[in-house]
């Protein structure tokens, strides 16, 4: 919403570049999954952008470069917030103690000592995965998609492998491979029964989603060209017109899954790719 804002007030294009790049890279720092993490992010937000709107009525002349993060700025965030955390913990024991005091002497009129509570077992952390060669990934900027046919969803792929499997009468069926189609028996593969077609999830589904993936190919070295090809695809249906009218997110969800799906095949099949970061008018109206 701040961002459609100040696009309607004009604001300078490096202003606005420069906020998006901010919010996009506030978003995507490792805490999220971390139990602080959510609320440092927030802190280190209200107080950058709280600084930089602060020297912009003051006009000064050597503006923040509020689109870079300051690790300096997230360590205060950082203190801050566990702070709070000590703060919340020592309350809680606090209030723990008067209770288990509560308790206690309840028992001691009872005669009836409480048992010890014993502790929640800690599960092991799973092993991580041997990781995976970049890809060497190559587009044209500015190559348009163009346009795509009727795309198969990958649940309903699963059917059709499925349907052709009975058809073929001996437990056999049709499955991708590197050399084209193959037949192979059933039992090789098994569909996943609970598949959510890549059209059907939610906008904040979507969302989700993508900072999982953007975290993912930056794991894996991506080359940059394509992580920031990838970040503005995912990025650009936050702002886009169509969010508001009716039915509107619905175009824009459908939009991504098909036009990532046909990136991605451009990749597993070797051809050029095409520049996802670019928004196709026709494709969208095909939508």
Not at 182 to 187: A, K, V, Y
Request: charged share 30%; with cysteine.
């Amino acid at each position: 919403m701040l961002l459609s804002e100040i696009k309607t007030a004009g604001w300078e294009e490096d202003g606005i570049l420069a906020l998006h790049a901010f919010f996009y890279n506030v978003d995507g720092l490792d805490l999220r999954w971390l139990e602080d993490g959510p609320e440092i992010m927030v802190q280190y937000q209200a107080v950058v952008r709280k600084k930089w709107h602060d020297e912009i009525d003051k006009k000064t002349p050597d503006l923040l470069d509020i689109s870079r993060i300051s690790d300096d700025v997230l360590n205060d965030c950082k203190e801050i917030v566990a702070s709070r955390r000590r703060k919340r913990e020592k309350q809680a024991e606090i209030e723990r103690d008067r209770r288990d005091k509560v308790s206690w002497d309840a028992q001691v009129e009872a005669d009836d000592p409480p048992e010890p509570v014993p502790p929640a077992p800690r599960l092991p952390r799973a092993a991580n995965p041997a990781p995976r060669p970049p890809p060497s990934l190559t587009f044209t900027a500015g190559k348009r998609v163009g346009r795509i046919g009727d795309q198969i969803c990958a649940y309903a792929r699963i059917e059709a492998t499925k349907a052709l499997s009975t058809a073929l009468g001996d437990g056999y069926g049709l499955v991708p491979s590197e050399n084209g189609l193959q037949i192979r028996p059933c039992n090789d593969f098994k569909a996943y029964q609970h598949v959510v077609p890549d059209e059907s999830l939610s906008w904040a589904e979507v969302s989700d989603a993508s900072y999982l993936f953007m975290a993912e190919i930056k794991a894996l070295d991506w080359p940059r060209e394509a992580v920031l090809a990838i970040h503005s695809f995912f990025y650009q249906p936050e702002t886009h017109e169509l969010r508001r009218p009716e039915g509107g997110l619905e175009v824009l969800i459908h939009y991504q899954a098909i036009v990532r799906k046909s990136w991605h095949d451009h990749i597993y099949r070797k051809v050029e790719l095409f520049d996802i970061s670019k928004i196709d008018d026709e494709m969208m109206a095909d939508c």
